[in-house]
């Protein structure tokens, strides 16, 4: 099947607008006859089953969390960007759409990026209606600040906890169509198929996660906004429940996955301290508007503080190695995340980490806090020169920033970041890559569309900061209301989608036919066994680096991971009960199918982009020598992967990325 990415003709600034005014709509009265399936409840699934119930039709909403609430989205701890140009430092949506294809290192479809930058500040004025506590300036304003890969101030952000906030904002919404019953909400429901009948998505198969019953569940049109595969490497800073199930099983009923490869590794990381952690925790890339990333310059300093001989605030600062100041004078610490990541590895790697693993810098407050306190001194006409009081009135507006973030960092490394530098190394964090969607967010199945961190549609190679809840509440609340009304024009006398059918039917078999196997399995090793074997492959082979030796070697260690799985992984207890067991190992059986994906998406694109580093492919001269090599003659395409029953027998599709209002270019910070 050809890739038709219905991106509308005319100007870029134009197109959405031309979009909005020629599609179909569906009147009021018909709205009330058609039925639409939500499958997740973060920011992009809550922001939509709020808004198409708004409009007047009947959603089913699903989570496998116990209530919208406890979405990954909360999370989210920096803030949100919007082009709003409140600083008045030349921010507009030209800016935010150069940054952020820029940022994806040129390998975003550029019509879903613009009209994401144009969309953007309507988010901020939809949430601050809805009482979402933005910080304010003095003046009353929304108060900004940067995130990495950009030159102005345009994240909007509600402390240390933006995430949460938001996704309180969209439940808030979602309740109240709850209460007038157009939306009906399953909690604890978890989707294990998609349901297509005549070529068109009618429904889903779920399992009650308490009662172990399997449903059948009909719709016009199904949405998923189910979020990212980061967990595919076992450790990561997702939450433990997030999964690429809901995804995988549409790619398995014909929607193409697109960019697998693409995972964005954040520099912001509590380090790993041992095999017995289950998740990583991360620190939010605004402290490195105020924090200063440095490893010593001195070996014996490094093997000192790693020693416990030595303390990082006594090393002078001539002796302290600001390395992204020193490589990319022009972003400093705020250059985007793979840069970032990058660089924290190379410092690693030649030998100049800090902790006992030797996989961890500093990320240093001591000049944020002196330099605050002094602003605060002078406005108080206290005296600038006395150290203590300058430390006091800095670490109260540090505080005031970044407070909720420290206090975490000392509960789970006990240690006061106060006064010693925080330690941080890189981790999986977003994924980019998702089910392909089209300029409508529609799939390549008919009346199944795909939102949020689950397509791929906005980040290309690498996600700026700030950038995720922009997406998902641009996907929810502004741009598929209207592209799924276009399609649903088309369903307003096709009645109610009955649920007696023979794909109902079969569907609902694959689902049970899969549990049985599993609980029946009765193999020696538990699902963590298997997951944590997988984080390993991937993490070493596929993680911030790759090579072509290493890819081949873990598609071939996958294949027979997951061969391994279905013969010896045990599941205890049964299928009628609530069973977490029997949760997870579907879940891990579906990333081990997309963890062999993954790599050979990997292994095909000979380049190296944003988040996908290949080290055969390098810059070997010149000013960006060592830096990632774009490989844009022959690589410039998304790579959408429709599935053959196997990984490795998935066919490529291409689409062909047009930049006709940026030109190709290196993508330099310095």
Known sequence: MALDSKIPKGPIADKWTN????????????????????????????????????????????????SPRRAHSIAAQGGINAAKNYQGDGDSTYRLFYDTVKGGDYRSREANVYRLAEVSANIIDQCVAQGVPFAREYGGLLDNRSFGGVLVSRTFYAAGQTGQQLLLGAYSAMNRQIGRGKIKMYNRHEMLDVVVVDGKARGIITRNLITGEIERHSAHAVVLGTGGYGNVFFL?????????????????????????????????????????????????????????????????????????????????????????????????????????????????????????????????????????????????????NDAALVKKLGQEVVKNKYGNLFQMYEKIVDQDPYETPMMIYPAVHYTM????????????????????????????????????????????????????????????????????????????????????????????HSVDHFHKKLGKIMWNKVGMSRNAQGLKEAISEIKALREEFWKDVKVPG??????????????????????????????????????????ESVEES?????????????????????????????????????FVDIELKQRSYK
């Open 433 to 524: 890559g998702g089910v392909w969607v089209d300029y409508n967010l529609m799939t390549t199945v008919p009346g199944l569309y795909c939102i949020g961190e689950a397509n791929f549609s906005d980040h290309g190679a690498n996600r700026l900061g700030a950038s995720a809840l922009m997406q998902g509440l641009a996907d929810g609340y502004f741009v598929l209301p209207y592209t799924i009304g276009d399609y649903l024009s088309k369903d307003i006398r096709t009645g109610k989608i009955p649920t007696n059918t023979p794909e109902f039917d079969e569907a609902e078999k694959n689902v049970r036919d899969r549990i049985n196997h599993l609980i029946n399995n009765n193999g020696t």
């Open 236 to 384: 990561s800073t997702n939450a433990m429940g997030s999964n690429v199930t809901a995804a995988w099983k549409a790619h398995k009923r014909g929607a193409y996955f697109a960019n697998p490869c693409y995972t964005q590794i954040h520099p912001t990381c509590i380090p790993v301290s041992g095999d017995h952690q289950s998740k990583l925790t991360l620190m939010s890339e605004s402290l490195r508007n105020d924090g200063r990333i440095w490893v010593p310059k001195k070996m014996e300093d490094v093997l000192a503080i790693r020693n416990k001989t030595l303390k990082p605030k006594d090393i002078a600062e001539e002796d302290r190695d600001y390395y992204l100041e020193r490589r990319y004078p022009a972003f400093g610490n705020l250059v985007p995340r793979d840069v970032a990541s990058r660089a924290a590895k190379e410092r690693c790697d030649a030998g100049y980490g800090v902790n006992a693993t030797g996989e961890a810098v500093f990320l240093d407050f001591a000049s944020a806090i002196t330099r605050y306190g002094k602003e605060q001194a002078t406005v108080r006409h206290l005296d600038v």
């Open 19 to 66: 979009y909005k005014n020629h599609i179909d709509l569906v009147n009021p009265a018909n709205k009330r006859n058609i039925d639409v399936i939500v499958v997740g409840t973060g920011l992009a699934g809550g922001s939509a089953a709020a808004t198409l119930a708004e409009l007047g039709y009947n959603v089913k909403a699903f989570c496998f969390q116990d």
């Open 622 to 658: 010149g000013e960006q020598k060592g830096e990632a090599k774009r490989d844009d003659d022959n690589f410039a395409y998304v790579a959408a992967w429709e599935y053959k029953g196997e990984p490795s027998d998935a066919v490529l599709h291409k689409e062909e990325l047009e």
């Open 574 to 615: 049964t299928n009628e009960e609530f069973n977490e067991e029997l949760a997870k190992a579907g879940r891990v059986a579906d990333f081990l199918e997309l963890g062999e994906l993954f790599a050979k998406d990997a292994l095909h694109r000979e380049e190296s982009c944003g988040g996908h580093f290949r080290e």
